[in-house]
């Protein structure tokens, strides 16, 4: 079965009101994106920003009276539409599985979907992101995961806000001996173990949310998070690191980096040891 696709150029603002007056039109899904491809780094706790200019794709049933639908919208909203297309039925789980494909990380570490069969002369790791974000195919992944691989990880490490659980695994299968898996949603801990058993690793690394973690001195600490909870959590870093402990840290912006340097500078000896894209990965020994 085919469907109709209708696209709408419109402002912020407008958000809300048209997905709700496409859905009471009859869409059977409502999604928008980046009309300018302006990405939002670091949203406030509890917001959800929006885009200045945004589109606004609308998915209506084969036989929908696109007509009305198109009159409706046009009379009564300040939404443009841009784009009217007919869509083939097709296997979007399948799609959406096809879409992530093995990604090289060095010569000897793969990142391999669960789904996906690969042979190489390196090691894998095999993921299943599900709801968690970590795929491999993000910079500030990317850049500690090709650190973990070149440089043998410590003896314990905690991977704080470990997402699907990427990073612990990927330590793991480099030779730390006892990993921690620390995050705030527990989703990510769903996932994180869910990946765990995929590289037989469950029972090498300890998941849980911050505040079930057990008091340690941790060699080496992994936080690929944003800049304000970075800064917010430099003194439970602290508490986690022993002496001459290393903390890697990729979820800065060339334009954030000083941020990050002068709240650290102080118990710190800090460098810029990566870069990709705009974002650094920031090394740090303990003083």
Not at 169 to 175: E, M, P, V
Not at 190 to 213: F, G, M, R, W
Not at 215 to 237: C, H, K, Y
Not at 238 to 250: F, H
Request: charged content about 20%; proline content about 5%; some cysteine.
């Amino acid at each position: 079965m085919n469907y109709q696709e209708l696209s709408l150029s419109a402002h912020a603002a407008q958000a809300e009101a048209l997905s709700e007056a496409l859905e009471s039109l009859g869409a059977l899904s409502v999604s928008l994106q980046d009309a300018n491809d302006i990405p939002i780094y670091e949203p406030k706790p509890q917001t959800h920003p929006l885009w200045d200019d945004i589109i606004i794709t609308a998915l209506f049933a084969h036989d929908a009276d696109f007509s009305m639908i198109k009159a409706a919208i046009t009379s009564h909203h300040n939404g443009i539409i841009i784009n009217e297309a007919l869509v083939e039925d097709q296997n979007w789980v399948e799609k959406s599985l096809n879409d992530f494909k093995p990604i090289a990380i060095s010569k000897n570490l793969w990142i391999c979907p669960s789904w996906h069969e690969l042979e190489v002369d390196a090691t894998i790791l095999h993921l299943n992101p599900g709801l968690a974000f970590g795929t491999g195919e993000h910079p500030t992944t990317q850049m500690i995961l090709r650190y973990l691989a070149e440089h043998p990880p410590h003896h314990t490490v905690v991977d704080f806000g470990c997402g699907s659980g990427i990073l612990a695994i990927t330590a793991s299968l480099f030779g730390a001996e006892q990993v921690y898996a620390i995050d705030i949603d527990e989703q990510a801990l769903v996932a994180t173990y869910s990946n765990a058993q995929l590289n037989h690793k469950e029972k090498h690394i300890t998941i849980c949310l911050p505040e079930d973690l057990p008091l340690l001195q941790a060699d080496q600490l992994l936080a690929n998070i944003f800049l304000t909870p970075l800064i917010e959590l430099r003194e439970n870093f602290l508490r986690l690191l022993k002496a001459q402990g290393e903390i890697l840290i990729s979820g800065v912006l060339q334009s954030q980096v000083h941020q990050l340097m002068n709240a650290y500078i102080n118990d710190f000896d800090l460098s810029v040891i990566d870069e990709q894209s705009e974002w650094l990965l920031v090394r740090g020994i303990k003083k």
